[in-house]
């Protein structure tokens, strides 16, 4: 079983990522077993793509890096 990834500060789930193109457009997502749920009701195939080098934003405090330093946070 894989370990929740969380925010390496404040332990949050729940994460936003800024649409490259247009930096209002952000979709936000939660980390449940590893894997990125959306936190709308949007179409798969409107959801920005999180990458291993997308900006990733805590949506409880301050954070923000690569998405992959999420999956090596333990």
């Known amino acids: 079983?894989?370990?929740p990834m969380k925010c390496p500060d404040c332990?949050?789930?729940?994460f936003y990522v800024k649409d490259p193109e247009d930096q209002y457009n952000i979709f936000?997502?939660?980390l449940i077993d590893g894997r990125i749920v959306s936190s709308d009701n949007?179409?798969?195939?409107?959801r920005l793509?999180?990458?291993e080098e997308t900006e990733t934003f805590c949506?409880?405090?301050a954070w923000h890096d690569k998405f992959k330093?999420?999956?090596q946070v333990r």
Request: glycine share 4%; hydrophobic share 40%.
């Open 1 to 3: 079983v894989m370990a």
């Open 11 to 14: 332990g949050a789930q729940r």
């Open 28 to 30: 936000e997502f939660d």
């Open 42 to 46: 949007e179409n798969e195939s409107d």
């Open 49 to 51: 793509e999180v990458v």
């Open 59 to 61: 949506d409880r405090c």
């Open 69 to 71: 330093i999420l999956k």
